[in-house]
């Protein structure tokens, strides 16, 4: 699966800092402030805590995280972690250096904003009865950044770094209350790519995704998809796409691509056998699409994951 970046700042000069473990810069605004943190050289349990709900994620290098009641974790860039307010990160950083520094930015968010966005969710654009209500959920803290929470992130980052005047303040908030959906809809994606088979007896978006995961081969009619979940195909098109962030067509899509990286990685098969055997009809769509999905065409993107 593709990781979206976050851009990085500007490395600062060591000289200009005030310590070489976790150096803050903090920008606030009226609804979050956001922090940089910047690491010059290793360290080991290095504390960290806020006292808002937090969004951070990996900008370069490398951390090993250790949270509470959890296994510990390597953290990496194009990953994300949210905190609740007061929880505490014991922090490694075994490969940081003067020419390898790690940064990490930390979003803390104002707990009005949160609740504004989601009481405005569930009144005005709630879930099918059956989906459960817009919430998020603390227990899926470790996340890979997707193209649509990367980019709420980073329109943060640069309005920071370049809007003035008192607009910025309004545009903080705007974009910050789309990344709260982006992450409740990221999310989503997760616990139905874990549990679908288990859910899918009693959750009709469960019994449509393990639809189309039993199907990707073959062509996919969205009116029957949309029976699976007992809805109208409308209906459906639209409480999907704000569940999961994408269309059923897109969600497809992605599915059909990570199929063919499943296959690129473990077989010999030729591009064009894996270009039908997921699903896709014209073999220079395919190529296309793996290119826009992945960053690079299927022989590249197989002899850089198998070399």
Known sequence: MRKYLIERFPTHDERSLFTLVENRTAYSYETC????FETHEQAENVHLTFDHF???SMLSGKKVMKLPQRASFEYLPGESVILPPGEMMNIDFPEARKLNPTQCIALTISDEVIKKTIDMLNEYHPKASSWGDWQIDPTIFHLTNNLELADTVNRIVRITKSEQGKAKDMMVE???????IRLMQTQAR???ESSYSVLSASHPLAAAI???KSNLRNKIDLSRLANQACMSRASFFKKFKETMGVSPAQYILKERIKLACHHLSTSDMSITEVCFACGFENLSH?????KSEEGMTPGSWRLHETK
């Open 210 to 212: 393990r639809f189309i």
């Open 33 to 36: 402030e956001l922090n940089l």
């Open 54 to 56: 937090v969004l951070t």
């Open 190 to 192: 997760v616990i139905f």
């Open 174 to 180: 705007l974009t910050l209350r789309e990344m709260v």
């Open 286 to 290: 395919f190529v296309t699409t793996f």
